[in-house]
């Protein structure tokens, strides 16, 4: 069960075969690609409590697992953290959150704690939710994220409005 104190959304409001979003839906608002692309599914979005929850369903291909503590690969914390992120992205981009156009870029982190192990295999599952919004400037969201129903990290994301300079943004 979770060790944080108060669960962001209770397990049973949310169900991971519901998929809401695509990969190719997610395409449309986060401009990862490739091994950066770090969620498969959206399950949930809850615009009157600001709340989504997505998953990534790791495999053996991942790029991170011949090098990160090889003979046993651990999903490096920092993907963990990336993947809550690219939620919030997802989330505050496809509602329109930082104004016209605008990218959302990863700003930085606060009491972010890593709290269980994360293997090839496992599903990780996310829930975040938008905390506070600055528009065009500011997006910030909590997170936790679980596998099955054991809490691994948690943290608050913090996104911001990138330059809509063509050079930037590679348009």
Not at 23 to 36: D, S, V
Request: net charge negative; proline share 3%.
């Amino acid at each position: 069960m979770a060790k944080s104190k108060e669960l962001i959304l209770d397990f049973s409001e949310y169900d991971t075969a519901n998929v809401v979003a695509d990969l190719e839906e997610i395409r449309r608002h986060n401009r990862q690609r490739y091994e950066m692309e770090q969620l498969t599914a959206v399950c949930f979005v809850d615009s009157e409590r600001h709340i989504a929850v997505g998953y990534k369903d790791l495999t053996q291909e991942e790029f991170w697992v011949r090098g990160h503590m090889p003979g046993t690969p651990l999903l490096p914390g920092v993907i963990m953290c990336e993947i809550a992120a690219q939620l919030c992205s997802f989330y505050s981009q496809r509602h329109g959150l930082l104004g016209n156009d605008a990218t959302l870029g990863f700003g930085g982190m606060n009491d972010v704690r890593f709290r269980g192990v994360v293997r090839p295999g496992d599903r990780i599952v996310v829930v975040s939710q938008l905390v506070k919004v600055r528009k065009g400037v500011l997006v910030t969201s909590r997170f936790q994220a679980f596998v099955g129903q054991n809490l691994v990290a948690e943290g608050e994301i913090l996104g911001v409005a990138l330059p809509a300079d063509s050079a930037i943004l590679g348009k």
